[in-house]
């Protein structure tokens, strides 16, 4: 499929780039991306909760009344689960969520969202840009030029620190590179926005 090149004033530059089928025009497969997303919210948990036990509960282990006769249940402990300030039966644990997904899986989960975007037209191609220095308002500017509403997402090339840091502290707007792209982050924009010296390097790490 082919792809008109914008510049950062939201002129068409009259130039188009053919984009890779293998890349850009496949099926999409949902269950992919649903293992990807899935590892990557995984990943995003600490797994830090923690509840006591009741080993771990504060208090006397004296038997709290006698054996038979009280006319209700035998009770040993205060520690025990059924009185209030007991420890908790089966109470979450410290643990680790993430869990292991082939480099096939991921390649296709992407390549799929990629194709997903394309195919609904949220997929655009614009000229590289820089800044002189870290400015929010120009960044801004570009997004006013480009007519962006909602969330938005800008593929860069490479690493561009004035350009992160003037889009940084736009609450709709999601920065990345084309070696970091994930799955997660391409579904959960309206958007898409690729530099154009980055779709070189997407085809080129997603193809091989």
């Known amino acids: ?88 039966v089966f109470g979450p644990k410290p643990r680790n969520y993430s869990f292991k997904l082939n480099k096939k899986s991921k390649a296709a989960a992407r390549i799929s969202a990629l194709s997903l975007l394309a195919r609904d037209s949220k997929l655009s191609l614009i000229e590289s840009f820089n800044f002189d220095a870290p400015k929010t308002k120009e960044f801004k500017s570009i997004l006013s030029n480009l007519k962006v509403e909602g969330k938005s997402m800008f593929i860069l090339s490479d690493v561009n620190q004035n350009v992160v840091l003037s889009g940084r502290n736009l609450p709709k707007v999601k920065i990345a590179t084309a070696n970091d792209i994930n799955t997660y982050d391409l579904l959960n924009t309206d958007k898409v926005y690729l530099v154009e010296d980055s779709i070189s390097i997407i085809e080129n790490l997603l193809s091989a």
């Open 1 to 88: 499929m082919e792809l008109s090149v914008f510049n950062i004033k939201g002129e068409d530059t009259g130039r188009k780039v053919t984009l890779s089928d293998a890349v850009f025009g496949v099926e999409p497969n949902q269950h992919a991306m649903y293992l990807d997303v899935k590892q990557y919210l995984a990943n995003q948990r600490q797994g830090t909760h923690k509840s006591k036990e009741r080993n771990e509960v504060a208090g006397s282990t004296k038997k709290i009344k006698k054996q038979k006769g009280t006319g209700g249940a035998r009770a040993g402990s205060l520690k025990s689960p059924v009185f209030v300030g007991g420890g908790r």
